[in-house]
């Protein structure tokens, strides 16, 4: 898998040099954010873009094992003005422009939850699957002006397992319109205590089965963390992305016997062919 990853960064590398002189103006994105994924090139009706991506990312929320994970990129969007309308994956949702600094979206999306064979060294036995859950998200972004340098962030993620909050600042890095250049952001959750006892808690039933302490965890602060996020175009049609991800978790969720690690990270990269 090591050896896959080289070959493909050193091939993007070779493109990235061998084209760096490509026009993108008339691509212009609903925003111009990398972390925004827009297929569109600035044009009304269907747009479809299909990838794959490969993670190196903690074996779930609070572990200290990681591991590699390949996953499709891509989504199916239909755009009518400042309206786009998205299938990825497993969410369902809308995003809209407003007033050029105010990007609202909607998302309905399933969490797959955690089981007890996340961890290769068994540290979830006894511990059960966390429920699987349909999940609805709420965003609101402001931008201080219309270029989007810098904005705001406010989201509510929603579902059978309990709910979270997310405040964040982010600043664009680059010039271009088209979605291309760098994003970086820096965001606090909160939790409420379903999401914090599902993810974290130890009821007696678990606690027998696993040998683990009884847990039981109040809402309230999370974590703090930070998200940076890359995209290019090498071409017309292909598009090379990276994330990096970390959270920070606070001492409640850390000192939780399911937390071995007070942090989780996570490192992405990948391509998509926008059609």
């Given at each position: ?14 493109a990235?040099?061998a ?8 691509n212009?994105?609903?925003v111009p954010?990398?972390?925004i ?19 190196y990312e903690?074996a ?6 990681f ?20 299938w990825a ?10 007033s ?5 979206q909607?998302t ?16 979830l ?15 609101a972004r402001?931008a201080?002006?219309a ?6 962030d406010g989201r ?10 997310l405040?964040?600042?982010g ?6 319109a088209d979605g ?10 909160f939790?409420?205590s379903?999401?914090v006892?599902?993810n974290?808690?130890?009821t007696?039933?678990?606690s027998?089965?696993s040998?683990?302490?009884?847990t039981e ?5 999370r974590?703090i ?5 890359y ?6 049609n292909?598009?090379?992305?990276g994330e ?5 978790f ?5 000192d939780?016997?399911?937390t ?6 996570e ?9």
């Amino acid at each position: 898998m090591k050896a896959f990853t080289h070959l493909m960064l050193a091939v993007v590398t070779h493109a990235l040099f061998a084209q760096a002189a490509l026009a993108q103006d008339a691509n212009t994105a609903l925003v111009p954010l990398p972390s925004i994924d827009d297929f569109t090139k600035g044009n009304d009706g269907f747009s479809f873009g299909l990838g794959l991506g490969l993670e190196y990312e903690s074996a779930y929320e609070g572990s200290d094992e990681f591991g590699f994970e390949a996953s499709p990129a891509g989504a199916v969007q239909w755009r009518r003005g400042d309206d786009i309308f998205y299938w990825a994956g497993e969410a369902l949702g809308w995003r809209g422009l407003r007033s050029d600094t105010w990007l609202f979206q909607a998302t309905v999306g399933f969490d797959e939850g955690r089981e007890e064979g996340d961890s290769d060294d068994g540290r979830l036995n006894g511990l059960g699957d966390s429920g699987e859950s349909t999940e609805v998200v709420l965003q609101a972004r402001r931008a201080f002006d219309a270029d989007w340098r810098y904005w705001l962030d406010g989201r509510v993620v929603t579902g059978d397992n309990g709910s979270l909050g997310l405040f964040g600042v982010g600043r664009r890095f680059g010039e271009q319109a088209d979605g291309s250049g760098s994003d970086f952001s820096i965001v606090a959750v909160f939790h409420d205590s379903d999401r914090v006892n599902n993810n974290f808690g130890i009821t007696a039933a678990q606690s027998a089965a696993s040998g683990l302490k009884q847990t039981e965890l109040s809402g309230g602060f999370r974590s703090i963390g930070f998200n940076y996020t890359y995209r290019n175009y090498i071409n017309d049609n292909w598009q090379l992305f990276g994330e990096v991800l970390y959270e920070r978790f606070g001492s409640d969720v850390a000192d939780s016997p399911i937390t071995r690690s007070n942090y989780e990270a996570e490192v992405g990269v990948g391509f998509i062919y926008a059609f």
